[in-house]
C-alpha cells in the first residue's frame, strides 16, 4: 500500500507512517510531495493521502493519526495514549493537554535539523515513537512512574 503527505514532515506526518507500518501494513510505503501535489499523486499512484487538503485523511479539525486508529479500529490502549500526544503536540492550541506533548514537538522540529530528507526522518524517528509507546506501555503496566 502507498500513502502519500506533504513533504517536510513533523509531529502528526512522522506518527502516521509510524502508525501504518506498526499497526495497519509492515510494506507501506510513503510519499512525500509539495502540498498541491498531495491529491494528483493520491489518484495517479493509487496511494492515500494524508495530513493535506483534499487527501482522504485531511487533518480537518483532528489529526491523521486519530482518523487511521478510528478507521482500522485500532483498540489498543497504549495508542490511545500516544493519539493524545500526538493531537496535543500537532494541534494549534492544544500543547497543555499532554505533558509530554512540548517534548514532542520539540523533538519533531528538530528533525529537518539532523536529516537529509523525509525518507531518513521517518528511518530515525521511528524509534522515538517505537520508545515512546514502550514508555507508555509500561506506565500502563506500572512498571515505571
Known amino acids: 500500500m502507498k500513502w502519500v503527505t506533504r513533504k517536510h514532515i513533523r509531529v502528526n506526518r512522522v506518527a502516521t507512517p509510524w502508525l501504518i507500518q ?21 489518484q495517479s499512484h493509487n496511494a492515500i493521502g494524508f495530513d493535506a487538503p483534499g487527501a482522504k485523511y485531511n487533518h480537518d479539525g483532528i489529526t491523521s493519526f486519530e482518523q487511521v486508529i478510528r478507521d482500522y479500529k485500532l483498540n489498543d490502549s497504549v495508542l ?14 492544544a500543547i497543555e493537554q499532554r505533558p509530554e506533548a512540548s517534548g514532542l514537538r520539540a523533538i519533531s ?32 503496566q506500572n512498571q515505571v512512574k
Open 22 to 42: 506498526r499497526f495497519v501494513d509492515k510494506q507501506a510505503k510513503f510519499l512525500f510531495v509539495e502540498p498541491v501535489e498531495v491529491t494528483q499523486v493520491e
Open 80 to 93: 490511545k495514549e500516544l493519539l493524545e500526544i500526538v493531537h496535543a503536540a500537532d494541534i494549534p492550541g
Open 109 to 140: 522540529h528538530g528533525f529537518p535539523l539532523v536529516t537529509n530528507n523525509d525518507d531518513e526522518t521517518l528511518q530515525k524517528a521511528f524509534f522515538i515513537y517505537d520508545s515512546l509507546y514502550a514508555y507508555l506501555q509500561a506506565r500502563q
